[in-house]
């Protein structure tokens, strides 16, 4: 049975309160991570970007350009700035890097903190979140997607990698 | 009795792995192209204007003719993606030694290139050096001859979208030498292919190709009524040499007839956007009021230029196999 | 040497025979067709059984590439092309390094050509010095050397006064000139037919009136000289009109087209195909089909391989700086038998345009298998696939369009002079 997504959005609206009152910046990252952030700006208020990392991924000379990129916007100065870095699914922690590398590209923050929907554990970076919805563990092969309907609505959905 | 030809373009899984010619390619290759070159569009706005897509490629800049300004913008857009750029300008060395194109190219593979922006002046040439390298380098055409300049027809249209996003709805006229224009093909071509349901090429007779309507546009030989109600003018440039010759009388008379002014912009929907590809001639194809009037998309062009060549190169760099 | 060739279809379009007919051959001659002369006795059978046993083919145009250009093509090399090509006689243009404008260098050539004893040669003379359109050459003197006409090649004669004197110099000797029909200023610097896929490709065009212009220029004059003239490669629709009425007229005028133009237009220069870079260039369907059709009506009288190999280097570089021709000689028969095949044509109406019909042109005797005529035959499976690759041609050039693909009907034995000269294992 997997949690409900808009509870542990609420649970992460809650961790994040005072960060956002200190002043942080929210920075989702696409596609998942964006929709988390834009929601959360809705509740808790504060400066809100997007970043889309296709540029800064690590493994582009395997499997090449993501089909679909969609630009990154930072409509604030990142320089100085606390950034709460928003994504639906922590797992490798490689997403995390490159969205940190993008970041520093925009400017030097005076500190980055990561906020999750989920924390599935299996890094492979020393990268931790300082805010989790849950935490979980899932099979090697299975992959957590986040959706969001027609209403704006989110939920987790479980998918099965089928071993070749 | 054609034979069955696969497009030199794609490798075997239907992907972009060289870009030759905008002919050929789909509608949803042009969209990917343009919807990358868009995200790239911010990378110029920020404060380190790289990303590392391209760490570790060489991207080789072979002009064998020379062009300053367009060798540039693809040494632009390879540094920005953190490539590194060897330029090499064979039109007077190797050329005149008798060397020929493939020894030239067979150099430059074995100096580990991963990637040639290639410039020549006869039409298929970067056919010639895709189809001698295989897809293990790839090969961008920067302008070949009379036929292809893939990377300004994409830049051209990434404009008008910008401007005009709906292109099932647009009239769009291509205004000039034809003939001879490398830049014309591939607009009329990335146009078509992206469904403007109206292209029309304005120029006297001496500056169109036989059987141009082949290409999908319709003719038109006087500005009024070629530049009537159009959303966008694409103006191309008349060459030196062909100013006053067996095509054409005079430069002068080459403005009064087919130069771009005020009055004649005025027979164009009053929102209709002016475009170049560049360097111009004012007062030869183009007005100055009218290059630097309100409705110029010029300047912006050039900027869209890098996006576009940075989306080209990342998106190729991506499809190996 | 007495040969029997038994149990083939016969098929001899001069005379109208297709039928059952074993040949005899004795002292390189015809001695006896469908019963064995009195006392004939083999020394060797040739079992024709499912073949096709037709006169040795005859080419109105093979480039052999000697002297000058050795390493394009040798004689030798290009002379066993066409013997596996099913082919006895050709005609050579002049266009060589020396260019043939004198008496010595066709009597050499002949010569050579003697000592490989593979193929009947007739070389063209030059019709003018160096091909250079100026002086004329000794025609007279070249013809006793053994030169069956005179030509420009593919070097345009831009100077109507030297064409018309030329003309009116051959009809004095009553030769025959040979001429491409271009005009040189329409077709300067062109590399494909001024349409669709020029348009596209940004390629220099070569307008059809480039062709029909030049021809009616050569038609006045022959009609204010009466000199004999022969067309090669025609290429356009107009153009075959414009045969079809001169030859109405009665104007002694006679033409070819290049194999490959009757199968391909511009078209199948696809991505900048080189080896569909030719001349005269490949044009659209319309005129494709004009060419079929004025062969079938007689407007045009043969078919040639217009065999011009280039080294491979030639066409590894941006078309309009690729050499122009293809390599054509063991393509005639196949590409005939093709178009007899899409056209749904008999063999023997197919045949004549590469047999009896080039040989009136030349004014040669060949191009039949008559009782006590020369004993040059081909023997071929019409049946036959094959596909075209470098390693099967025996030629020294490579460069067809048609590499790569399956074509119908492989030769398998060509006799010269009743020997044989080619045997297909």
Not at chain 2, 132 to 147: F, P, Q, Y
Not at chain 3, 153 to 177: G, H, I, K, P, R
Request: charged share 20%; glycine share 8%.
């Amino acid at each position: 049975m997997l949690p409900d997504a808009e509870q542990l959005l609420e649970n992460l609206s809650r961790q994040l309160e005072p960060f956002i009152a200190e002043g942080a910046a929210l920075v989702g990252i696409h596609s998942g991570g964006a929709w988390i952030a834009s929601r959360l700006q809705q509740s808790l208020g504060g400066d809100l970007g997007t970043l889309d990392i296709s540029f800064y991924r690590d493994d582009f000379s395997r499997i090449g350009l993501h089909p679909q990129t969609k630009p990154s916007n930072i409509p604030f100065d990142v320089e100085g700035r606390h950034i709460l870095l928003i994504d639906d699914v922590l797992y490798t922690g490689r997403t995390v890097r490159a969205a940190m590398n993008e970041l520093f590209d925009y400017g030097r923050p005076a500190r980055i903190s990561l906020a999750v929907l989920v924390d599935r554990g299996e890094r492979e970076l020393p990268i931790e979140a300082q805010a989790v919805g849950v935490r979980m563990t899932l099979k090697p092969g299975q992959n957590l997607e986040l959706l969001r309907d027609a209403a704006g609505h989110f939920n987790l959905k479980l998918h099965e990698e089928i071993s070749e | 009795m054609r034979k069955s030809v696969n497009n030199p373009q794609l490798n075997k899984h239907g992907e972009l792995t060289h870009l030759l010619s905008i002919e050929g390619l789909s509608a949803p290759i042009l969209k990917q192209i343009l919807e990358t070159a868009a995200s790239f569009v911010g990378v110029a706005e920020r404060e380190v204007k790289k990303v590392p897509l391209l760490r570790g490629k060489t991207v080789c800049n072979i002009f064998f003719e020379n062009s300053t300004r367009t060798r540039t913008t693809f040494e632009i857009a390879a540094k920005r993606l953190s490539a590194d750029v060897i330029n090499l300008n064979v039109g007077t060395s190797s050329q005149s030694k008798g060397e020929t194109i493939l020894d030239t190219v067979d150099n430059l593979i074995a100096m580990h290139a991963d990637m040639f922006v290639v410039r020549h002046a006869q039409s298929g040439a970067a056919h010639l050096i895709a189809r001698h390298v295989g897809s293990d380098i790839h090969v961008i055409n920067a302008g070949d001859g009379r036929h292809a300049h893939p990377t300004q027809g994409l830049l051209d249209v990434f404009t008008v979208r910008h401007y005009k996003p709906d292109m099932h709805n647009l009239r769009v006229a291509v205004v000039g030498d034809v003939l001879h224009s490398r830049v014309a093909r591939s607009e009329i071509h990335a146009l078509t292919t992206l469904g403007v349901p109206e292209v029309r090429v304005i120029a006297p007779k001496t500056l169109l190709p036989q059987e141009v309507e082949k290409l999908g546009v319709q003719v038109y030989h006087d500005m009024a009524s070629g530049l009537k109600d159009v959303d966008v003018i694409m103006m191309l440039r008349l060459q030196n040499e062909r100013m006053n010759g067996a095509l054409l009388p005079s430069a002068q008379e080459y403005f009064k007839t087919y130069g771009l002014t005020q009055d004649k912009l005025a027979l164009a929907k009053p929102d209709a956007i002016v475009m170049h590809p560049g360097p111009m001639n004012r007062g030869v194809e183009i007005d100055s009021t009218v290059a630097d009037g309100a409705q110029s998309v010029i300047l912006p062009q050039v900027t869209y230029g890098i996006a576009v060549r940075m989306a080209v190169m990342s998106i190729l760099a991506g499809n190996t196999e | 040497m007495k040969i029997h060739i038994k149990n083939g279809r016969l098929i001899d379009p001069k005379n109208n025979i297709d039928a059952k007919h074993d040949v005899f051959i004795a002292a390189g001659k015809i001695v006896g067709l469908g019963n064995a002369p009195d006392g004939f006795v083999a020394n060797q059978i040739i079992d024709a059984s499912n073949l096709v046993v037709c006169p040795g083919l005859i080419d109105l145009s093979a480039r052999l590439r000697e002297p000058g250009f050795e390493y394009k093509a040798t004689l030798e090399s290009e002379l066993l092309a066409a013997a596996a090509g099913g082919v006895t006689s050709l005609a050579c243009p002049p266009d060589t390094d020396p260019v043939l404008d004198e008496p010595g260098l066709v009597e050499m050539l002949k010569h050579r050509a003697k000592l490989l004893n593979l193929v009947n040669i007739y070389p063209l003379g030059a019709l003018t010095r160096q091909l250079q359109g100026k002086n004329l050459t000794e025609m007279f003197e070249l013809s006793e050397a053994g030169c069956v006409g005179f030509s420009q090649a593919d070097n345009a004669l831009t100077d109507t006064q030297v064409l018309w004197n030329s003309l009116q110099y051959a009809a004095t000797f009553d030769l025959t000139v040979w001429l491409r029909a271009e005009d040189a200023h329409l077709a300067k610097n062109g590399v494909a037919h001024s349409g669709e896929v020029a348009a596209r490709l940004g390629l220099q065009g070569i307008p059809a009136c480039a062709e029909t212009i030049a021809l009616s220029t050569i038609l006045s004059l022959m009609r204010e000289t009466g000199a004999k003239v022969h067309i090669c490669r025609l290429s356009t629709l107009q153009s075959v009109a414009m045969i079809k009425q001169a030859k109405k007229e009665g104007l002694p005028i006679s033409c070819d087209i290049a194999s490959t133009h009757l199968h391909l237009t511009e078209h199948d220069i696809g991505y900048f195909d080189a080896q569909c870079h030719l001349r005269p260039p490949l044009r659209t369907e319309r005129d494709r089909d004009a060419l079929r059709a004025g062969l079938l009506d007689g407007t045009i009288d043969a078919i040639c391989s217009d065999h011009t190999p280039v080294d491979d280097d030639a066409k590894l570089s941006p078309f309009a700086e690729s050499e122009p021709g293809a390599s054509g000689l063991e393509l005639l028969l196949s590409l005939t038998l093709k178009w007899a095949l899409d056209n749904k044509l008999a063999l023997p109406q197919a045949l004549t345009s590469i047999t009896s019909s080039p040989a009136s042109v030349l004014g040669i005797d060949g191009g039949s298998l008559s009782l006590g005529a020369q004993a040059d035959v081909c023997v071929f499976d019409a049946d036959f696939v094959w596909k075209v690759e470098a390693k099967t041609l025996l030629s020294q050039g490579k460069n067809t369009p048609f590499m790569g693909l399956e074509l119908p009907g492989k030769v398998r034995w060509t006799l010269l002079n009743g020997q044989i000269v080619y045997q297909h294992h």
